[in-house]
């Protein structure tokens, strides 16, 4: 069965606090996404992650970085909170190589930023 | 990426089966029909995808026309837990890196 974890469900956090949200997934995927999902706007590529190492932009990345020391840890950063960053944070996972290419999401994580 | 159009809400009583349509009549030779679901607050949960062939796997069931413009994702014997928001996309999967969803069906599973 496919598993993606996200450390939290739920975070409360303070502007200007660094914000760290982890995703795990025990696929041995390549691949790895970050999202934002936000009533009316839909979901919003954050970053993305080929493989160990690397990151690429997706459409929303300022504000946001992110870090994959290992395969199956994708990290996304919030150097500085802000208000404007209260949102369902979605993580996915793909294989790159074994031909299904389907994304595979975790629970999601709720952030509000006071 | 080809649009897909849904209905915004079907109702379905539980115990039935639940057939939810998809147009996507712009949907190119090398697209794929994907299905997800979203359960209130819940992350997006993959269902079914397909090409061209109907498939079917232990939720549901993906019918797709022979001329590729439409699709109808079933659900056998819809329970309550099946109430979710269901998002049908096409797309190229081993080239298309996001997942963008429209606005999808609400599926309200009647008791």
């Known amino acids: 069965d496919v598993k993606v974890t996200q450390s939290s469900r739920y975070l409360v956090k303070r502007t200007g606090e660094k914000v760290f949200l982890e995703c795990v997934q025990d696929?041995?995927?390549?691949?790895m996404f970050w999202y934002r999902q936000d009533p009316g706007l839909g979901l919003r590529l954050i970053y993305f992650?080929?493989?160990?190492?690397?990151?690429e932009k997706g459409d929303i990345p300022e504000g946001y970085s992110v870090s994959r020391e290992k395969k199956e840890r994708f990290s996304l950063i919030l150097e500085s909170a802000s208000t404007n960053q209260t949102s369902m944070y979605l993580c996915?996972?793909?294989?790159?190589?074994?031909?299904?290419?389907?994304?595979?999401f975790g629970p999601g994580t709720r952030l509000l930023v006071l | 990426d080809a649009k897909t159009t849904q209905p915004p809400s079907m109702d379905c009583a539980e115990g039935r089966a639940a057939n939810l349509p998809c147009n996507h009549s712009?949907?190119?030779?090398?697209?794929?029909v994907y299905w997800y679901r979203q359960i209130h607050s819940q992350g997006p949960q993959y269902i079914i995808h397909?090409?061209?062939n109907n498939e079917t796997n232990e939720m549901a069931s993906l019918i797709i026309t022979e001329d590729r413009k439409s699709s109808t994702l079933i659900l056998p014997h819809a329970t309550l837990r099946d109430t979710a928001v269901y998002y049908c996309?096409?797309?190229?999967?081993?080239?298309?890196?996001?997942?963008?969803f429209g606005k999808g069906t609400r599926l309200h599973i009647l008791p």
């Open positions: 996915a996972s793909r294989s790159g190589t074994s031909g299904m290419w389907t994304q595979y």
């Open positions: 696929m041995d995927h390549e691949n």
């Open positions: 992650s080929y493989d160990v190492k690397m990151k």
């Open positions: 712009t949907i190119s030779g090398n697209e794929y």
């Open positions: 397909g090409l061209k």
């Open positions: 996309i096409v797309r190229v999967p081993y080239r298309d890196d996001k997942i963008i």
